[in-house]
């Protein structure tokens, strides 16, 4: 079966927060979380809705789609970078590695994704996650 992600936080389930207007198109990146770690999954249709979440509990991950409904993804995770740094975020984009590179420098945006990110790269994130900041594995 392979490893099982967990937060950091004694052992309780990632808290993942989906950022994305189309719900559809993180679902297969939601499977493969559900799949390879305990996670407890939030969906935020909006940009607001989302750092809403992060406003009001503890929450590991948030996955930004281009796609939310009041800002682009990019200023959510300039947002999180600024408001709350200490919460992993990674970021659809279409744009070229070096372009992504450019324009998330900085925001601690741990990796980008594709346009529809499947359940490989969920455990892709879990894995950097791991390595990054030494995410316990059950």
Same mark, same amino acid.
């Given at each position: 079966?392979?490893? #099982?992600? @967990?937060?950091?936080?004694?052992?309780?389930? %990632?808290?993942?927060? %989906? &950022?994305?207007? %189309?719900?559809?198109?993180?679902?297969?990146?939601?499977?493969?979380?559900? &799949?390879?770690?305990?996670?407890?999954?939030?969906?935020?249709?909006?940009?607001?809705?989302? !750092?809403?979440? !992060?406003?009001?509990? #503890?929450?590991? $991950?948030?996955?930004?789609?281009?796609?939310? @409904?009041?800002?682009?993804? $990019?200023?959510? &995770?300039? @947002?999180?970078?600024?408001?709350?740094?200490? +919460? *992993? *975020? +990674?970021?659809?984009?279409?744009?070229?590695?070096?372009?992504?590179?450019?324009? @998330?420098?900085?925001?601690?945006? $741990?990796?980008? $994704?594709?346009?529809?990110?499947?359940? *490989?790269?969920? !455990?892709? +994130?879990?894995?950097?996650?791991?390595?990054?900041?030494?995410?316990? +594995?059950?």
């Amino acid at each position: 079966m392979g490893k #099982r992600y @967990t937060s950091i936080h004694d052992n309780d389930p %990632l808290r993942v927060v %989906l &950022a994305s207007r %189309l719900s559809d198109r993180m679902a297969d990146f939601k499977k493969g979380l559900a &799949a390879h770690a305990e996670v407890e999954i939030f969906q935020a249709d909006s940009g607001e809705e989302a !750092l809403q979440f !992060l406003a009001d509990q #503890r929450i590991d $991950l948030i996955a930004i789609d281009q796609a939310v @409904t009041d800002m682009g993804g $990019l200023e959510v &995770a300039k @947002t999180v970078a600024q408001f709350h740094p200490f +919460v *992993s *975020s +990674v970021l659809v984009s279409d744009a070229s590695e070096a372009d992504f590179h450019e324009q @998330t420098e900085g925001l601690g945006v $741990l990796m980008r $994704l594709p346009e529809a990110p499947d359940e *490989s790269v969920a !455990l892709k +994130v879990l894995q950097h996650m791991e390595k990054a900041f030494a995410a316990k +594995v059950c």
